[in-house]
Protein backbone atom coordinates (compact mmCIF):
# COMPACT_ATOMS: atom_id res chain seq x y z
CA UNK A 1 0.00 0.00 0.00
CA UNK A 2 1.16 3.14 -0.81
CA UNK A 3 1.76 5.69 2.03
CA UNK A 4 -0.24 8.32 2.51
CA UNK A 5 2.75 10.20 3.77
CA UNK A 6 4.06 9.95 0.59
CA UNK A 7 1.41 11.48 -1.08
CA UNK A 8 1.63 14.29 1.49
CA UNK A 9 5.08 14.86 1.22
CA UNK A 10 4.66 14.85 -2.86
CA UNK A 11 1.84 17.32 -2.70
CA UNK A 12 3.72 20.27 -0.36
CA UNK A 13 7.10 19.77 -2.34
CA UNK A 14 4.70 20.60 -5.80
CA UNK A 15 2.73 23.05 -4.17
CA UNK A 16 6.10 24.83 -2.72
CA UNK A 17 8.14 24.49 -6.60
CA UNK A 18 4.33 26.11 -7.83
CA UNK A 19 4.39 29.19 -5.65
CA UNK A 20 8.39 29.95 -6.26
CA UNK A 21 7.72 29.64 -9.71
CA UNK A 22 8.99 26.05 -10.71
CA UNK A 23 6.91 23.32 -12.33
CA UNK A 24 5.89 20.94 -9.75
CA UNK A 25 7.92 18.15 -11.14
CA UNK A 26 10.57 19.68 -9.88
CA UNK A 27 9.39 19.20 -6.54
CA UNK A 28 8.31 15.84 -7.23
CA UNK A 29 11.86 14.69 -7.60
CA UNK A 30 12.87 16.72 -4.49
CA UNK A 31 9.87 14.58 -2.70
CA UNK A 32 12.02 11.61 -3.75
CA UNK A 33 15.23 12.26 -2.46
CA UNK A 34 13.43 12.88 0.80
CA UNK A 35 11.70 9.80 0.77
CA UNK A 36 14.22 7.68 0.16
CA UNK A 37 16.44 9.93 2.79
CA UNK A 38 13.43 9.01 5.51
CA UNK A 39 13.26 5.45 4.33
CA UNK A 40 9.95 5.82 3.70
CA UNK A 41 10.51 3.70 0.09
CA UNK A 42 11.52 0.34 1.49
CA UNK A 43 7.27 -0.33 1.75
CA UNK A 44 6.38 1.59 -0.90
CA UNK A 45 8.78 1.59 -3.68
CA UNK A 46 7.51 -1.03 -5.60
CA UNK A 47 4.30 0.23 -5.75
CA UNK A 48 5.89 4.12 -6.86
CA UNK A 49 7.69 2.16 -9.86
CA UNK A 50 4.66 0.52 -10.92
CA UNK A 51 2.98 3.58 -11.19
CA UNK A 52 5.56 5.24 -12.56
CA UNK A 53 5.67 2.37 -15.65
CA UNK A 54 2.19 3.10 -15.90
CA UNK A 55 2.93 6.23 -16.67
CA UNK A 56 5.38 6.12 -19.21
CA UNK A 57 3.16 4.30 -20.85
CA UNK A 58 -0.18 6.04 -20.88
CA UNK A 59 2.51 8.88 -22.16
CA UNK A 60 3.73 7.07 -24.94
CA UNK A 61 -0.01 5.76 -25.73
CA UNK A 62 -1.21 10.12 -25.73
CA UNK A 63 2.06 11.07 -27.72
CA UNK A 64 1.03 8.13 -30.79
CA UNK A 65 -2.63 9.53 -30.76
CA UNK A 66 -1.67 12.62 -32.19
CA UNK A 67 0.92 11.31 -34.14
CA UNK A 68 1.24 11.53 -38.10
CA UNK A 69 3.85 8.98 -38.82
CA UNK A 70 4.59 10.74 -42.00
CA UNK A 71 6.08 13.79 -40.07
CA UNK A 72 8.67 11.78 -38.83
CA UNK A 73 10.01 11.56 -42.37
CA UNK A 74 10.57 15.11 -42.40
CA UNK A 75 14.42 15.88 -42.03
CA UNK A 76 13.89 18.13 -39.38
CA UNK A 77 12.49 15.20 -37.35
CA UNK A 78 14.57 12.06 -38.53
CA UNK A 79 18.15 13.56 -39.62
CA UNK A 80 18.25 16.13 -36.41
CA UNK A 81 17.35 13.44 -33.89
CA UNK A 82 19.69 10.55 -35.65
CA UNK A 83 22.91 13.18 -36.10
CA UNK A 84 22.46 14.58 -32.49
CA UNK A 85 22.38 11.16 -30.87
CA UNK A 86 25.71 10.23 -32.77
CA UNK A 87 27.41 13.78 -32.30
CA UNK A 88 26.18 13.10 -28.66
CA UNK A 89 27.23 10.04 -28.10
CA UNK A 90 30.69 10.54 -29.50
CA UNK A 91 31.25 13.79 -27.59
CA UNK A 92 30.51 12.12 -24.39
CA UNK A 93 32.50 8.73 -25.07
CA UNK A 94 35.93 10.86 -26.23
CA UNK A 95 35.20 13.40 -22.96
CA UNK A 96 35.18 10.31 -20.83
CA UNK A 97 38.04 8.46 -22.37
CA UNK A 98 40.13 11.60 -21.99
CA UNK A 99 38.89 11.96 -18.12
CA UNK A 100 39.58 8.33 -17.46
CA UNK A 101 43.32 8.67 -16.12
CA UNK A 102 42.24 11.76 -13.95
CA UNK A 103 38.51 10.40 -12.51
CA UNK A 104 38.66 7.19 -10.34
CA UNK A 105 34.62 6.69 -11.12
CA UNK A 106 35.25 6.60 -15.02
CA UNK A 107 39.13 5.20 -14.71
CA UNK A 108 37.66 1.48 -13.60
CA UNK A 109 35.48 1.45 -16.41
CA UNK A 110 36.14 -0.78 -19.74
CA UNK A 111 35.15 0.81 -23.04
CA UNK A 112 31.68 -0.76 -23.32
CA UNK A 113 30.94 0.96 -19.84
CA UNK A 114 32.04 4.32 -21.16
CA UNK A 115 30.07 3.91 -24.39
CA UNK A 116 26.87 3.02 -22.88
CA UNK A 117 27.23 6.06 -20.46
CA UNK A 118 27.31 8.50 -23.51
CA UNK A 119 25.01 6.68 -25.28
CA UNK A 120 22.27 6.73 -22.41
CA UNK A 121 23.55 10.81 -21.52
CA UNK A 122 22.02 11.45 -25.79
CA UNK A 123 18.85 11.26 -24.73
CA UNK A 124 16.26 13.88 -23.87
CA UNK A 125 12.93 14.00 -21.40
CA UNK A 126 9.69 13.06 -23.39
CA UNK A 127 7.95 13.08 -20.00
CA UNK A 128 9.45 16.84 -19.40
CA UNK A 129 8.73 18.14 -22.80
CA UNK A 130 5.84 16.89 -23.19
CA UNK A 131 4.78 18.56 -19.26
CA UNK A 132 6.28 21.88 -21.02
CA UNK A 133 4.13 22.18 -23.74
CA UNK A 134 1.27 20.95 -21.88
CA UNK A 135 1.60 23.51 -19.27
CA UNK A 136 2.43 26.20 -22.15
CA UNK A 137 -1.01 25.53 -24.37
CA UNK A 138 1.88 24.28 -27.30
CA UNK A 139 1.55 21.01 -27.64
CA UNK A 140 0.27 21.52 -31.25
CA UNK A 141 2.77 24.42 -32.16
CA UNK A 142 5.35 23.68 -34.91
CA UNK A 143 7.94 23.87 -32.28
CA UNK A 144 6.06 21.16 -30.25
CA UNK A 145 5.65 18.59 -33.32
CA UNK A 146 9.28 18.61 -34.10
CA UNK A 147 10.46 18.13 -30.39
CA UNK A 148 8.10 15.41 -29.66
CA UNK A 149 8.88 13.78 -33.06
CA UNK A 150 12.57 14.13 -32.19
CA UNK A 151 11.80 12.51 -28.59
CA UNK A 152 9.74 9.29 -30.59
CA UNK A 153 13.15 8.51 -32.62
CA UNK A 154 14.87 8.93 -29.74
CA UNK A 155 12.52 6.50 -27.96
CA UNK A 156 12.80 4.07 -31.11
CA UNK A 157 16.03 3.80 -31.06
CA UNK A 158 15.96 3.67 -26.84
CA UNK A 159 13.34 0.18 -27.46
CA UNK A 160 15.58 -1.13 -30.30
CA UNK A 161 18.86 -0.70 -28.29
CA UNK A 162 17.22 -2.56 -24.68
CA UNK A 163 16.15 -5.41 -27.15
CA UNK A 164 19.83 -6.12 -28.14
CA UNK A 165 20.86 -5.78 -24.80
CA UNK A 166 18.17 -8.12 -22.72
CA UNK A 167 19.72 -10.54 -24.58
CA UNK A 168 16.83 -11.36 -25.73
CA UNK A 169 14.85 -11.55 -29.59
CA UNK A 170 11.60 -10.84 -30.45
CA UNK A 171 9.95 -14.26 -30.92
CA UNK A 172 8.42 -15.28 -33.98
CA UNK A 173 4.83 -14.22 -33.24
CA UNK A 174 6.16 -10.47 -33.29
CA UNK A 175 5.37 -11.15 -36.86
CA UNK A 176 1.42 -11.38 -36.16
CA UNK A 177 1.76 -7.65 -34.73
CA UNK A 178 1.75 -6.56 -38.68
CA UNK A 179 -1.76 -7.95 -37.97
CA UNK A 180 -2.95 -4.74 -36.60
CA UNK A 181 -2.44 -3.09 -39.35
CA UNK A 182 -5.52 -3.89 -41.20
CA UNK A 183 -7.17 -3.77 -38.05
CA UNK A 184 -6.80 -0.60 -37.35
CA UNK A 185 -10.70 0.45 -39.07
CA UNK A 186 -11.87 -2.21 -36.04
CA UNK A 187 -9.95 -0.29 -33.67
CA UNK A 188 -11.36 2.86 -34.63
CA UNK A 189 -14.96 1.59 -34.49
CA UNK A 190 -14.71 0.48 -31.14
CA UNK A 191 -13.29 4.05 -30.28
CA UNK A 192 -16.20 5.49 -31.55
CA UNK A 193 -18.52 2.98 -29.53
CA UNK A 194 -17.34 3.84 -26.25
CA UNK A 195 -19.16 7.15 -25.67
CA UNK A 196 -17.74 9.86 -23.49
CA UNK A 197 -17.49 8.97 -20.18
CA UNK A 198 -15.97 6.43 -17.63
CA UNK A 199 -16.09 4.10 -21.00
CA UNK A 200 -13.93 6.20 -22.99
CA UNK A 201 -11.60 6.15 -19.93
CA UNK A 202 -11.21 2.09 -19.62
CA UNK A 203 -11.27 1.89 -23.16
CA UNK A 204 -8.09 4.16 -23.13
CA UNK A 205 -6.22 2.29 -20.35
CA UNK A 206 -7.10 -0.86 -21.50
CA UNK A 207 -6.06 -0.63 -24.78
CA UNK A 208 -2.74 1.08 -23.74
CA UNK A 209 -1.19 -1.35 -21.17
CA UNK A 210 -3.12 -4.28 -23.44
CA UNK A 211 -1.72 -3.03 -26.03
CA UNK A 212 1.59 -2.74 -24.55
CA UNK A 213 1.74 -6.59 -22.57
CA UNK A 214 0.67 -8.24 -26.12
CA UNK A 215 3.77 -6.78 -27.32
CA UNK A 216 5.87 -8.15 -24.14
CA UNK A 217 4.44 -11.63 -25.17
CA UNK A 218 6.08 -11.57 -28.42
CA UNK A 219 9.67 -10.38 -26.49
CA UNK A 220 9.16 -6.76 -27.81
CA UNK A 221 9.23 -3.64 -25.42
CA UNK A 222 5.78 -2.94 -24.34
CA UNK A 223 6.07 0.48 -24.16
CA UNK A 224 6.54 0.33 -27.95
CA UNK A 225 3.43 -1.21 -27.93
CA UNK A 226 1.52 1.50 -26.50
CA UNK A 227 3.01 3.95 -28.68
CA UNK A 228 1.99 1.49 -31.63
CA UNK A 229 -1.80 1.25 -30.65
CA UNK A 230 -1.70 5.08 -29.99
CA UNK A 231 -0.85 6.06 -33.65
CA UNK A 232 -3.29 3.64 -34.88
CA UNK A 233 -5.91 5.50 -32.86
CA UNK A 234 -4.43 8.39 -34.57
CA UNK A 235 -6.41 10.59 -36.85
CA UNK A 236 -9.57 8.72 -35.18
CA UNK A 237 -13.00 11.21 -34.80
CA UNK A 238 -12.54 10.72 -31.14
CA UNK A 239 -8.58 10.48 -30.73
CA UNK A 240 -8.33 14.08 -29.20
CA UNK A 241 -11.37 13.44 -26.87
CA UNK A 242 -9.28 10.54 -25.58
CA UNK A 243 -6.07 11.76 -25.22
CA UNK A 244 -8.02 14.39 -23.03
CA UNK A 245 -9.83 12.28 -21.27
CA UNK A 246 -6.42 10.45 -19.96
CA UNK A 247 -4.96 13.69 -19.11
CA UNK A 248 -5.44 13.24 -15.74
CA UNK A 249 -4.87 9.74 -15.24
CA UNK A 250 -1.07 10.38 -16.99
CA UNK A 251 -0.40 13.17 -15.01
CA UNK A 252 -0.93 11.73 -11.59
CA UNK A 253 0.93 8.58 -12.79
CA UNK A 254 3.86 10.47 -13.98
CA UNK A 255 4.12 11.82 -9.88
CA UNK A 256 4.99 8.45 -9.40
CA UNK A 257 8.12 8.52 -12.19
CA UNK A 258 9.47 11.59 -10.84
CA UNK A 259 9.40 10.35 -7.44
CA UNK A 260 10.93 6.68 -8.42
CA UNK A 261 13.92 8.87 -10.10
CA UNK A 262 14.56 9.84 -6.27
CA UNK A 263 14.43 6.69 -4.55
CA UNK A 264 17.86 5.55 -6.27
CA UNK A 265 19.01 7.66 -3.31
CA UNK A 266 22.20 9.85 -3.58
CA UNK A 267 25.81 9.34 -4.21
CA UNK A 268 28.69 9.95 -2.45
CA UNK A 269 30.26 13.46 -2.77
CA UNK A 270 32.61 12.29 -5.41
CA UNK A 271 29.87 11.22 -7.87
CA UNK A 272 28.03 13.97 -6.91
CA UNK A 273 30.04 16.36 -7.98
CA UNK A 274 30.18 14.36 -11.19
CA UNK A 275 26.69 14.27 -11.68
CA UNK A 276 26.43 18.07 -11.07
CA UNK A 277 29.21 18.11 -14.16
CA UNK A 278 27.28 16.43 -16.06
CA UNK A 279 24.38 18.39 -16.24
CA UNK A 280 25.98 21.25 -16.94
CA UNK A 281 28.00 19.96 -19.54
CA UNK A 282 24.52 18.65 -21.12
CA UNK A 283 24.72 22.75 -22.00
CA UNK A 284 26.11 21.66 -25.26
CA UNK A 285 23.04 19.80 -26.29
CA UNK A 286 20.68 22.80 -27.09
CA UNK A 287 23.20 24.54 -28.81
CA UNK A 288 23.42 21.64 -31.19
CA UNK A 289 20.07 21.04 -31.38
CA UNK A 290 19.80 24.80 -32.72
CA UNK A 291 22.67 24.29 -34.83
CA UNK A 292 21.00 21.10 -36.82
CA UNK A 293 17.32 22.49 -36.80
CA UNK A 294 18.57 26.04 -38.60
CA UNK A 295 20.28 24.21 -41.35
CA UNK A 296 17.05 22.28 -42.07
CA UNK A 297 15.28 25.42 -43.05
CA UNK A 298 13.28 25.44 -39.29
CA UNK A 299 12.70 29.33 -38.34
CA UNK A 300 15.24 30.51 -35.57
CA UNK A 301 12.39 30.96 -32.79
CA UNK A 302 11.21 27.32 -33.61
CA UNK A 303 14.75 25.85 -33.36
CA UNK A 304 15.26 27.99 -30.43
CA UNK A 305 11.53 26.77 -28.15
CA UNK A 306 12.64 23.01 -29.44
CA UNK A 307 15.77 22.97 -28.55
CA UNK A 308 15.85 24.35 -25.20
CA UNK A 309 12.55 21.48 -24.37
CA UNK A 310 15.32 19.01 -25.27
CA UNK A 311 18.37 20.40 -23.18
CA UNK A 312 18.16 17.96 -20.15
CA UNK A 313 18.76 14.00 -20.05
CA UNK A 314 15.72 11.43 -20.56
CA UNK A 315 14.12 8.61 -18.01
CA UNK A 316 14.91 6.17 -21.06
CA UNK A 317 18.88 7.00 -20.04
CA UNK A 318 18.31 5.82 -16.41
CA UNK A 319 16.74 2.67 -18.18
CA UNK A 320 19.81 2.24 -20.74
CA UNK A 321 21.88 2.46 -17.10
CA UNK A 322 20.27 0.44 -15.15
CA UNK A 323 19.68 -2.48 -17.83
CA UNK A 324 23.77 -2.35 -17.99
CA UNK A 325 23.93 -2.44 -14.27
CA UNK A 326 22.06 -5.32 -14.24
CA UNK A 327 24.15 -7.18 -17.05
CA UNK A 328 27.13 -6.32 -15.00
CA UNK A 329 28.29 -3.70 -17.66
CA UNK A 330 27.83 -1.30 -15.53
CA UNK A 331 28.78 -0.40 -11.89
CA UNK A 332 25.09 0.22 -9.47
CA UNK A 333 26.56 3.80 -8.42
CA UNK A 334 26.58 5.09 -11.83
CA UNK A 335 22.81 4.57 -12.23
CA UNK A 336 22.43 6.83 -8.90
CA UNK A 337 24.99 9.32 -10.45
CA UNK A 338 22.82 9.63 -13.48
CA UNK A 339 19.56 10.01 -11.46
CA UNK A 340 21.01 12.92 -10.37
CA UNK A 341 22.15 14.23 -13.31
CA UNK A 342 18.86 13.94 -15.00
CA UNK A 343 17.02 15.50 -11.86
CA UNK A 344 19.35 18.50 -12.07
CA UNK A 345 19.37 19.08 -15.57
CA UNK A 346 15.54 19.06 -15.45
CA UNK A 347 15.89 22.05 -12.35
CA UNK A 348 18.63 23.78 -15.05
CA UNK A 349 15.71 23.60 -17.79
CA UNK A 350 12.77 24.32 -16.22
CA UNK A 351 12.90 28.12 -15.42
CA UNK A 352 14.85 28.25 -18.50
CA UNK A 353 12.05 26.56 -20.89
CA UNK A 354 9.43 28.80 -18.65
CA UNK A 355 11.03 31.94 -20.00
CA UNK A 356 12.38 31.00 -23.06
CA UNK A 357 9.55 33.15 -25.26
CA UNK A 358 10.82 35.78 -23.36
CA UNK A 359 14.57 35.29 -23.92
CA UNK A 360 13.96 34.53 -27.81
CA UNK A 361 12.05 38.39 -27.89
CA UNK A 362 14.56 40.02 -25.99
CA UNK A 363 17.35 38.42 -28.24
CA UNK A 364 15.46 37.85 -31.30
CA UNK A 365 17.79 39.52 -33.78
CA UNK A 366 20.87 37.84 -32.47
CA UNK A 367 18.96 34.15 -32.65
CA UNK A 368 17.58 35.41 -36.37
CA UNK A 369 21.26 35.42 -37.71
CA UNK A 370 21.41 31.64 -38.18
CA UNK A 371 18.19 31.41 -39.97
CA UNK A 372 18.44 30.11 -43.22
CA UNK A 373 16.66 32.59 -46.28
CA UNK A 374 15.14 29.58 -47.19
CA UNK A 375 11.75 28.51 -45.48
CA UNK A 376 9.42 25.41 -44.67
CA UNK A 377 6.24 25.88 -46.37
CA UNK A 378 4.82 26.09 -42.83
CA UNK A 379 7.12 28.32 -41.76
CA UNK A 380 5.83 31.15 -43.97
CA UNK A 381 4.20 34.58 -43.16
CA UNK A 382 0.80 34.79 -42.67
CA UNK A 383 -1.51 36.69 -45.79
CA UNK A 384 -3.39 38.91 -43.80
CA UNK A 385 -4.25 42.01 -45.88
CA UNK A 386 -8.26 43.35 -45.41
CA UNK A 387 -8.09 42.29 -41.96
CA UNK A 388 -10.71 44.10 -38.95
CA UNK A 389 -10.86 41.42 -37.41
CA UNK A 390 -8.42 38.30 -35.65
CA UNK A 391 -10.04 35.49 -33.74
CA UNK A 392 -6.68 33.37 -31.57
CA UNK A 393 -7.55 29.73 -31.21
CA UNK A 394 -10.04 28.24 -33.68
CA UNK A 395 -11.45 25.77 -30.96
CA UNK A 396 -15.20 25.47 -30.87
CA UNK A 397 -15.28 28.85 -29.21
CA UNK A 398 -13.08 30.43 -31.55
CA UNK A 399 -14.97 28.93 -34.63
CA UNK A 400 -18.22 30.44 -33.32
CA UNK A 401 -17.19 33.64 -32.34
CA UNK A 402 -15.49 33.40 -35.97
CA UNK A 403 -19.37 32.53 -37.47
CA UNK A 404 -20.96 35.26 -35.64
CA UNK A 405 -18.02 38.33 -36.35
CA UNK A 406 -17.98 36.86 -40.01
CA UNK A 407 -21.62 38.22 -41.09
CA UNK A 408 -20.77 41.88 -39.31
CA UNK A 409 -17.59 41.96 -40.67
CA UNK A 410 -17.92 40.34 -43.93
CA UNK A 411 -14.30 38.76 -45.37
CA UNK A 412 -12.18 41.22 -42.80
CA UNK A 413 -12.17 38.04 -40.26
CA UNK A 414 -9.30 35.94 -39.71
CA UNK A 415 -8.49 32.81 -37.15
CA UNK A 416 -5.14 32.23 -36.83
CA UNK A 417 -4.64 28.78 -35.80
CA UNK A 418 -1.59 26.96 -34.40
CA UNK A 419 -2.35 22.82 -35.27
CA UNK A 420 -1.83 21.95 -39.04
CA UNK A 421 -4.26 19.58 -39.18
CA UNK A 422 -7.11 21.63 -37.55
CA UNK A 423 -5.93 25.17 -39.48
CA UNK A 424 -6.23 22.80 -42.86
CA UNK A 425 -9.50 21.38 -42.31
CA UNK A 426 -10.89 24.87 -41.33
CA UNK A 427 -9.45 26.25 -45.25
CA UNK A 428 -10.77 23.30 -47.03
CA UNK A 429 -14.86 24.33 -45.35
CA UNK A 430 -14.45 27.91 -46.32
CA UNK A 431 -12.94 29.26 -43.09
CA UNK A 432 -9.82 32.46 -43.80
CA UNK A 433 -7.67 31.11 -41.30
CA UNK A 434 -3.81 31.41 -41.37
CA UNK A 435 -1.75 28.72 -38.86
CA UNK A 436 0.68 30.82 -36.93
CA UNK A 437 1.57 30.72 -33.14
CA UNK A 438 -0.33 33.60 -31.19
CA UNK A 439 2.44 33.84 -28.93
CA UNK A 440 5.27 34.05 -31.69
CA UNK A 441 6.26 37.96 -31.82
CA UNK A 442 7.66 37.30 -35.32
CA UNK A 443 4.22 36.25 -36.76
CA UNK A 444 2.85 40.13 -35.13
CA UNK A 445 5.67 41.98 -36.37
CA UNK A 446 4.33 41.11 -39.72
CA UNK A 447 0.65 42.42 -38.67
CA UNK A 448 -0.30 45.26 -39.39
CA UNK A 449 -1.82 46.11 -35.58
CA UNK A 450 -2.99 49.79 -36.09
CA UNK A 451 -5.95 48.09 -39.19
CA UNK A 452 -6.96 45.51 -36.67
CA UNK A 453 -10.26 46.43 -34.48
CA UNK A 454 -10.85 43.87 -32.54
CA UNK A 455 -8.76 40.87 -31.18
CA UNK A 456 -10.73 37.94 -29.43
CA UNK A 457 -8.49 35.70 -27.92
CA UNK A 458 -9.63 31.99 -27.20
CA UNK A 459 -6.40 29.89 -26.05
CA UNK A 460 -6.87 27.05 -24.07
CA UNK A 461 -4.44 28.04 -21.96
CA UNK A 462 -4.72 30.61 -19.22
CA UNK A 463 -0.76 31.79 -18.85
CA UNK A 464 -0.93 31.73 -22.79
CA UNK A 465 -3.81 34.02 -23.26
CA UNK A 466 -2.05 36.19 -20.85
CA UNK A 467 0.80 35.98 -22.55
CA UNK A 468 -0.69 37.01 -26.09
CA UNK A 469 -2.61 40.39 -24.12
CA UNK A 470 1.36 41.42 -22.84
CA UNK A 471 2.72 40.86 -26.16
CA UNK A 472 0.14 42.72 -28.49
CA UNK A 473 0.58 45.53 -25.63
CA UNK A 474 3.91 45.88 -25.72
CA UNK A 475 4.16 46.15 -29.51
CA UNK A 476 1.43 48.93 -29.85
CA UNK A 477 -1.63 47.80 -30.39
CA UNK A 478 -4.33 49.87 -28.97
CA UNK A 479 -7.68 48.21 -29.96
CA UNK A 480 -9.68 46.11 -28.36
CA UNK A 481 -9.21 42.77 -26.82
CA UNK A 482 -11.69 40.18 -25.64
CA UNK A 483 -10.49 36.99 -24.21
CA UNK A 484 -12.14 33.74 -22.86
CA UNK A 485 -12.03 32.93 -18.74
CA UNK A 486 -12.87 30.02 -16.75
CA UNK A 487 -12.35 31.14 -12.85
CA UNK A 488 -12.91 34.61 -11.24
CA UNK A 489 -9.36 35.12 -10.60
CA UNK A 490 -8.34 34.80 -13.98
CA UNK A 491 -11.03 37.35 -15.03
CA UNK A 492 -9.96 40.13 -12.39
CA UNK A 493 -6.35 39.92 -13.51
CA UNK A 494 -7.71 40.00 -17.37
CA UNK A 495 -9.88 43.13 -16.88
CA UNK A 496 -6.66 44.59 -15.00
CA UNK A 497 -5.15 44.10 -17.73
CA UNK A 498 -7.66 46.38 -19.92
CA UNK A 499 -9.33 43.47 -21.50
CA UNK A 500 -13.04 42.50 -22.36
CA UNK A 501 -13.25 39.14 -20.69
CA UNK A 502 -16.25 36.90 -21.04
CA UNK A 503 -16.91 33.95 -18.75
CA UNK A 504 -17.02 30.39 -20.40
CA UNK A 505 -19.06 28.83 -17.91
CA UNK A 506 -21.17 31.70 -16.51
CA UNK A 507 -22.07 32.79 -19.65
CA UNK A 508 -22.55 29.95 -21.43
CA UNK A 509 -26.16 29.12 -20.32
CA UNK A 510 -26.53 32.65 -21.34
CA UNK A 511 -25.40 32.46 -25.19
CA UNK A 512 -27.00 28.80 -25.43
CA UNK A 513 -30.75 30.69 -24.24
CA UNK A 514 -29.85 33.67 -26.90
CA UNK A 515 -29.77 30.80 -29.76
CA UNK A 516 -32.55 29.06 -28.96
CA UNK A 517 -34.60 32.16 -28.58
CA UNK A 518 -33.12 33.36 -31.68
CA UNK A 519 -33.38 29.92 -33.38
CA UNK A 520 -37.18 30.14 -32.20
CA UNK A 521 -38.14 33.33 -33.60
CA UNK A 522 -36.59 32.05 -37.18
CA UNK A 523 -39.01 28.99 -37.14
CA UNK A 524 -41.94 31.19 -36.31
CA UNK A 525 -40.87 33.50 -39.09
CA UNK A 526 -40.83 30.62 -41.39
CA UNK A 527 -37.27 31.18 -42.15
CA UNK A 528 -36.22 27.62 -40.59
CA UNK A 529 -38.29 24.55 -41.06
Known amino acids: MLDPIIIIIALFAGLSFKRIGFPPMLGYLLAGFLIHGFGLDSNSGSIIDTIANAGVTLLLFTIGLKLNVRDLMAPQIWAVASSHMLASTVSFGILFMMLAPWLASLGGLDSTAIWTIAFALSFSSTVFAVKVFEQHGETSSIHANVAIGILIIQDLAAVFFLALSTGKSPDWTALLLFLLIPARPFLHRLLASSGHGELLVLFGIGIAFGGAKLFELCNVKGDLGALVFGVLLAGGIKSNELSKALLSFKDIFLVGFFLSIGLNGLPDIAMLLLALGLAFAGGFKPLLFYWLMTITHLRARTSLLASLSLSNYSEFGLIVAALAASNGVLPQEWVVTLAIAVALSFFIAAPINDKAHGIYNRYRHLFS ?13 P ?30 VVGVEEADKKSKRLLREGYRVVRADASDQDFWQQVNLG ?47 GCVTYNLYYEGGHGFAEHVVETLEMIEDGQLD
Not at 385 to 410: I, N, S, W
Not at 459 to 481: P, W
Not at 485 to 490: G, L, N, Q, S
Open 451 to 497: SIRIILISLANHGENVEVVELIQRLGYKGQIAVIARFPDEIGQLKRM
Open 369 to 381: RFELEKRLPQEQG
Open 383 to 412: DLEQTDVLVLGMGRVGVGAYRYLRHAYPGR
